[in-house]
């Protein structure tokens, strides 16, 4: 499956973006979608994940009740509503798919539980 994510911006603290991240090539409703960001000199860092209906959520501390990730099986898309943004938000932010999630049967938060990437986009928060 191939992902390309957009949305990103510079945005003032405590504003709000919508990130989407549409997929082509496969049946997307067969995958379980994350949400990870990279900060400058830091490493990947899950932000949050959907399941294959949309029925159960799972979310990184630092965003809980800040973000919300939820999907369109029949568009082909996941998005990452960021509310409340702060500075320490400013990271490259990756969708990924996961093919496997069916047999873990939990929801992943590991970068190597994801099989499928898009190119990342930019947040940059100014304070």
């Known amino acids: 499956v191939q992902l390309q994510a957009s949305g990103g911006g510079l945005v003032q603290a405590g504003g709000s973006l919508r990130l989407s991240c549409a997929a082509s090539?496969?049946?997307?409703?067969?995958?379980?979608m994350g949400w990870f960001r990279q900060a400058p000199g830091k490493e990947r860092a899950f932000v949050a994940a959907i399941n294959k209906s949309g029925s159960s959520t799972l979310y990184a501390e630092s965003v809980k009740g800040r973000f919300t990730i939820s999907r369109d099986n029949d568009k082909n898309t996941v998005y990452l509503q960021m509310n409340n943004l702060k500075p320490e938000d400013t990271a490259v932010y990756y969708c990924?798919?996961?093919?496997?999630?069916?047999?873990?049967?939990?929801?992943?938060?590991?970068?190597?539980?994801?099989?499928?990437w898009g190119q990342g986009t930019l947040v940059t928060v100014s304070s």
């Open positions: 990924a798919a996961d093919r496997t999630y069916s047999l873990r049967q939990r929801l992943g938060t590991h970068d190597w539980e994801y099989d499928y």
């Open positions: 090539g496969r049946t997307f409703s067969n995958y379980a």
